[in-house]
C-alpha cells in the first residue's frame, strides 16, 4: 500500500485508526480496514444506499466519501445500531414486518431510516417513501419496509412519552 | 425410505401462521456474511480485464508487464483454464463465456485476470497488460441478428428444429414450434381477430449485492469456494470439470445471498477465481463491480414478438398464434421454447400455435430471471386479449374468464392440468373492492394474468435431533428470501413441536447429498417435501426408541402433538414420552436420533396470478405513476405468509420496473450505454404505493402440504397489466416495453397527429 495516510476517527462511539491510501473511499476502508462489512457495496457510486452510514449525524452513500475525510468525525453503522445488547426498534420491526428477504440491502435502510427518524419522529408515508428513496431494494417492493418504519416510529415515539 | 408425497387436508398448528426468520437478527445487525463478507489468511485480490468491443478477434494478450508488477502473484488468460470439457458444448460455452478464448464476443466479454496484493495494484496490473483486437462486425438487435446480412456469430451453429436442417450456419439457434388444433379453421371461425407485434428491451435481475467469491485451490487439488449463488452443489460440479478438480475435494459453500432472481444460477468468474488461486498458491478474492454484473452477468432477452388471435362475438378465443424472437446474448439458450411453454398457458384456447427462435446477438449470455421468457410472451398475449375484448365488447375480465384454463384443459406443452387456481384469481379479481374503486383524470386501470409451470429437483435434506430435543435441519436449497424459516415450520408441524425448537441452517457441499439449484420455484416446494419426509423418518426413529424405553412392540407406538404414545391393551395407561425425553435417554437406546431424506421432487404445482394495477399517466411528459395495485396468487398453500407476500410483492414491483423505466441501451459501437443504477433505472420507494396482495390456496395435490412454488409467478403478469392500465388512460396501446415516458409521450402525440 504505498502513500497511506494514517486516519484518527470515532465509529460507533469508538475511538478507531486506520491506514489507507488517499483514493480509498470510506467504504472500502471501513469494510476492509476496520472490519465492518455490514457496510455494503452494491454498485460503488453511490445509487443503491447499500453502504449508507451517518458522517457527524448526516446521512452519507460511504462510496462516495473518501476514507481520509473521516478524520476527527463521527462515523456511525448499522453495526452501532443496537445498544445494550438490544435491538433498536427498527432492527426488531424490521424483523417483525418481514421487512427484509435477501437482506443486504437492510443494513442501508436501517441506517437512512434511522437518520429520517432522529430528524423526523413522525413521518407520513410520503415522507418515509422519499427519506428511502436513495437505498434500493430489489426483493421486497418496499411495501413491508415502509411499514416497519412506521410501526418502528410509532414504537419510539410510545417509549418517548413513557 | 419411501414417503408419499400426496396431499392430505389437516389443520396445521405452525404452518400458515407468521413466524420470524431465523436469520433475520443477523441480518439487521450486519453480521450476516455476504459474498464479499468472507476472508482468508493471506488472501489476494482478484480482477478481471474485459473487452471494450462488441466482437473482435483477439490477436495478441501480453501480460508480460503486468506480471512483472510487485504484487502481482498471476496473472491469467484462457490458456490457464484448458479445454476439459471433452465435447460437452453446453459446459464449453460456460467456459468461453467465463474467458474468452481467441474472440471477444460481446461489450464486457473476459479477456484475461490477475491476482493481486491489494485493490490498487491489481488495477495498475490490469491496465499493464496489452490486448491486441481486431474488431469484426457486430449485431445486438434480435430482430437484425436473424436477417441474412446479419454477421454470423458462431460457425457452428446450424439451427435446430428446422427440417429438413439448414445448410448454412446462422445466429438462430434453434426453433421450436407448440401447441395443438387447425389454427387455420380457428381463425375461420372467428367473427374479431386481432393482430399485434411487440417489442421488450432486454432487463437485468438488478440483484444488489454484485457477484463476490472467496477461491483457494491446494496444490494437491484440494479446494475451497466461498461464494454468493442459488446452487452450490451445481457450482461445485461445474467448476470442478472446469478445473479438472474432483468433486468431492472441492467444497462449496454458499454465502448469504444478496438477491439473485436467476441471476446467480449461472457461473460467471468463479472459475477465474479458482485458476487464479491455482496459479498464485494462494486464496483469492474477486467482486465484481457494479458495471461488470451488468456488462457481463445476468440479463434476460430482449424480444420480438408476433401475436394473432382471433374470437367469435361471445368472447370464444376460437384460436390464437404467436411467433416469438428471443435473444440469448453470445451463446444458444433455450428462452423462446420457454416463451412457447409459457404464452397461452392462463388459457383454453382449442386451436394454438407457438412458434420460438432462439438467437444469438453480441450481448452478455442471458440467464435466468425470474420466470424466465414468460413475462415478455405475457406482455404481448395478454396486451391482445384486451384489444380483441375490447372489440368484441366485452369485459377482459369475463373474456379472460370465458376462455380460463381449468383442470383437464391440455397446456400448449403437453400435460393435461390438475387441479388449477387462474380461474380462482380471475374471479377474485372481479370480486376485489379495487375493480370498483374510483378513476381519477388522467388514470387507468388494467389486468393482466400470468403463468410459470415451476419446478422440483433434486433434493436431500438431514434432521438431527439433540440430546436437549432441539432440532437442527440441515438443508441444501440456498435461502433466497426466508425459505429457512419455512422448512424450520415444516419440520415443527411434521415433528409436533415448536417452531423455536427448530434451527434451520444450509449446509456446504461436504455435508449434505446433491441439492438443485434454488430456482424454478422450488425451494420451499422441493425442500418442503424433502423436510417432511426427513421428520417423517425422524418419527419412525423416535417411535422406536420409546418402545424400547417402555419395552413394548413398536407397532403399539403412535406419534401425536410431538410425543410417542403407547397404544394397545395392556400398556395403555402409560405416560407419553415427549421429543425431548426420548432424546434425552437417546445414548443408552441406540445412540444419535435422525432422519433423512433424497428425492428427485416430481409434481411441483403450476403458479397463475391475476394482477389489478392502476396508473396515471402525465399527458405532459408520458410519465406513468402506480397510484395502486393488487396481486392475487395461487400459493397452494402458504407456509410462511410473510414471506409469499414478499414474493408477490417484489415480483410485481421487478416487473413495474420493466413495464416503465428499465432497460439495456447498446450503441451503435455494441457497447452497453448504461451499466449502472443511475440510468438502468429501477423502482425506488417513492415510485410506488403499498403492493396489496391475496394470497389464494388451490392445494398441489403431489405434495404432502399441497406447496405450488409462488416465486416467480409474481413478474408474468405486471408489463401488460401496466400496458392495459396505460391503454385505459390515454387510449394509446402500447406495444414496446418499457414504457418509458419518451416512448408513452412519442405515442401519445402519435395519436393525437392521427386523430
Request: overall charge negative; aromatic content about 6%.
Amino acid at each position: 500500500m504505498s502513500n497511506a495516510t494514517l486516519v484518527s476517527t470515532t465509529v460507533n462511539g469508538d475511538p478507531v485508526q486506520f491506514a489507507c491510501p488517499a483514493d480509498e473511499s470510506l467504504m472500502t476502508a471501513l469494510r476492509n480496514r476496520v472490519g465492518l462489512t455490514g457496510v455494503k457495496e452494491g454498485c460503488g457510486t453511490g445509487d443503491c444506499g447499500a453502504c449508507s452510514i451517518t458522517l457527524d449525524g448526516d446521512l452519507v452513500c460511504s462510496c462516495l466519501v473518501l476514507g481520509v475525510e473521516a478524520e476527527g468525525r463521527e462515523v456511525a453503522t448499522v453495526e452501532g445500531l443496537s445498544a445494550d445488547g438490544e435491538l433498536h426498534p427498527l432492527q426488531q420491526k424490521f424483523i417483525d414486518h418481514a421487512a427484509l428477504q435477501c437482506g443486504i440491502c437492510t443494513p442501508g435502510f436501517l441506517v437512512a431510516a434511522k437518520a429520517l427518524l432522529d430528524r423526523n419522529p413522525n413521518p407520513n408515508e410520503t415522507e418515509i417513501r422519499y427519506a428511502l428513496a436513495g437505498n434500493l431494494c430489489r426483493c421486497t417492493g418496499y411495501d413491508k419496509i415502509v411499514h416497519a418504519v412506521q410501526d418502528a416510529a410509532k414504537e419510539m415515539r410510545k417509549k418517548k412519552r413513557r | 425410505m419411501g414417503h408419499d408425497q400426496k396431499y392430505v387436508d389437516k389443520k396445521y398448528d405452525v404452518v400458515g401462521t407468521r413466524f420470524n426468520r431465523p436469520d433475520g437478527i443477523d441480518k439487521v445487525t450486519g453480521k450476516a456474511r455476504y459474498g464479499a463478507d468472507a476472508s482468508a489468511p493471506g488472501q489476494l485480490v482478484g480482477r478481471v480485464l474485459r473487452s471494450p468491443h462488441a466482437h473482435a478477434q483477439i490477436l495478441k494478450i501480453n501480460t508480460k508487464k503486468a506480471e512483472k508488477l510487485p504484487g502481482v502473484k498471476s496473472v491469467i488468460t484462457f490458456e490457464d483454464i484448458p479445454d476439459l470439457t471433452g465435447g460437452d458444448q453446453g459446459l464449453a460455452d460456460i467456459l468461453e463465456n467465463c474467458m474468452a478464448r481467441g474472440r471477444a464476443l460481446y461489450d464486457g466479454h473476459a479477456v484475461a485476470a490477475v491476482a493481486a496484493v491489494d485493490e490498487q495494484t491489481a488495477a495498475k496490473a490490469l491496465k499493464l497488460i496489452d490486448v491486441k483486437y481486431k474488431k469484426l462486425p457486430h449485431v445486438t438487435d434480435v430482430d437484425e441478428a436473424m436477417q441474412e446480412s446479419a454477421p454470423v456469430i458462431h460457425d457452428r451453429i446450424i439451427t435446430r428444429g428446422v427440417e429438413p436442417a439448414p445448410t448454412k450456419p446462422s445466429n438462430i439457434s434453434a426453433r421450436t414450434q407448440m401447441g395443438y388444433g387447425d389454427v387455420d379453421a380457428g381463425f375461420a371461425e372467428a367473427d374479431v381477430i386481432v393482430e399485434k407485434t411487440y417489442k421488450t428491451e432486454q432487463t437485468h435481475q438488478g440483484y444488489i449485492e454484485p457477484h463476490a467469491c472467496l477461491a483457494s485451490v491446494n496444490p494437491d487439488g484440494t479446494a475451497e469456494l466461498w461464494v454468493t449463488t442459488q446452487g452450490h452443489f451445481v457450482f461445485r460440479n461445474v467448476c470442478a470439470s472446469l478445473l479438472g478438480l474432483d468433486i468431492a475435494k472441492l467444497k462449496v459453500t454458499s454465502s448469504e445471498i444478496g438477491g439473485g432472481f436467476g441471476g446467480k444460477t449461472h457461473v460467471w468468474a468463479e472459475p477465474v477465481a479458482l485458476a487464479l488461486s491455482r496459479k498464485a498458491n494462494r486464496p483469492v478474492k474477486l467482486v465484481m463491480s457494479r458495471d461488470e454484473v451488468f456488462r457481463a452477468t445476468g440479463p434476460t432477452s430482449s424480444t420480438s414478438i408476433d401475436v394473432k388471435m382471433g374470437a367469435t362475438k361471445d368472447g370464444t378465443i376460437t384460436a390464437a398464434v404467436a411467433e416469438m424472437r428471443y435473444q440469448g446474448g453470445a451463446f444458444p439458450g433455450n428462452w423462446a421454447m420457454l416463451a412457447c411453454m409459457t404464452a397461452f398457458a392462463c388459457y383454453d384456447i382449442k386451436n394454438n400455435k407457438s412458434i420460438g427462435w432462439d438467437v444469438i446477438v453480441n450481448r452478455p449470455k442471458v440467464a435466468a430471471y425470474r420466470a424466465p421468457s414468460a413475462p415478455m410472451a405475457a406482455f404481448a398475449v395478454e396486451s391482445t386479449i384486451d384489444v380483441l375484448a375490447k372489440e368484441i365488447g366485452v369485459s377482459p375480465i369475463d373474456m379472460r374468464l370465458k376462455n380460463v384454463a381449468r383442470e383437464g384443459t391440455v397446456a400448449p406443452y403437453g400435460p393435461t392440468y390438475g387441479p388449477i387456481g387462474i380461474e380462482h384469481t380471475l374471479q377474485a379479481v372481479k370480486d376485489h373492492p379495487h375493480m370498483r374503486a374510483k378513476l381519477k383524470k388522467n388514470q387507468g386501470r388494467g389486468v393482466a394474468c400470468g403463468f410459470w409451470f415451476n419446478i422440483g429437483g433434486q433434493t436431500c435434506t438431514d434432521l438431527n435431533i439433540g440430546v436437549d430435543g432441539t432440532v437442527n435441519l440441515t438443508l441444501g436449497t440456498v435461502d433466497v428470501g426466508g425459505s429457512r424459516s419455512s422448512m424450520a415450520m415444516i419440520a415443527a408441524e411434521e415433528l409436533g413441536i415448536p417452531y423455536e425448537q427448530v434451527r434451520a441452517n444450509i449446509a456446504d457441499t461436504t455435508s449434505l447429498g446433491h441439492n438443485d439449484m434454488t430456482e424454478g420455484s422450488r425451494g420451499t416446494f422441493s425442500s418442503g417435501m424433502a423436510t417432511v419426509f426427513a421428520a417423517r423418518d425422524a418419527i419412525s426413529v423416535l417411535k422406536q426408541r420409546a418402545a424400547k424405553m417402555w419395552g413394548v412392540p413398536e407397532e403399539d407406538v403412535v406419534w401425536e402433538n410431538g410425543q410417542a404414545i403407547a397404544t394397545g391393551t395392556g400398556h395403555g395407561n402409560l405416560p407419553p414420552l415427549s421429543l425431548q425425553e426420548i432424546a434425552a435417554k437417546s445414548g443408552r437406546t441406540g445412540g444419535p436420533i435422525a432422519g433423512h431424506n433424497e428425492v428427485t421432487a416430481d409434481g411441483a404445482g403450476m403458479g397463475f396470478a391475476s394482477h389489478i394495477c392502476d396508473v396515471e399517466v402525465d399527458p405532459e411528459t408520458g410519465r406513468s405513476t402506480i397510484v395502486r395495485y393488487t396481486v392475487v396468487q395461487d400459493a397452494g398453500k402458504a407456509i410462511n405468509p410473510d414471506y409469499v407476500e414478499g414474493q408477490f410483492q417484489g415480483g410485481a414491483t421487478q416487473g413495474i420496473g420493466w413495464a416503465l423505466n428499465e432497460e439495456y441501451i447498446y450503441g451503435k459501437d455494441g457497447c452497453l450505454q448504461n451499466p449502472g443504477f443511475l440510468d438502468y433505472r429501477i423502482p425506488v420507494c417513492s415510485d410506488l404505493p403499498f403492493i396489496d396482495t391475496k394470497i389464494l390456496e388451490v392445494p398441489n395435490p403431489l405434495h404432502p402440504y399441497g406447496v405450488r412454488g409462488v416465486g416467480e409467478t409474481s413478474i408474468v403478469p405486471p408489463l401488460a397489466a401496466v400496458g392495459n392500465a396505460i391503454a385505459n388512460a390515454t387510449g394509446v396501446r402500447m406495444t414496446h416495453a418499457p414504457m418509458s415516458p419518451p416512448r408513452v409521450l412519442a405515442a401519445i402525440d402519435d395519436q393525437e397527429n392521427a386523430g
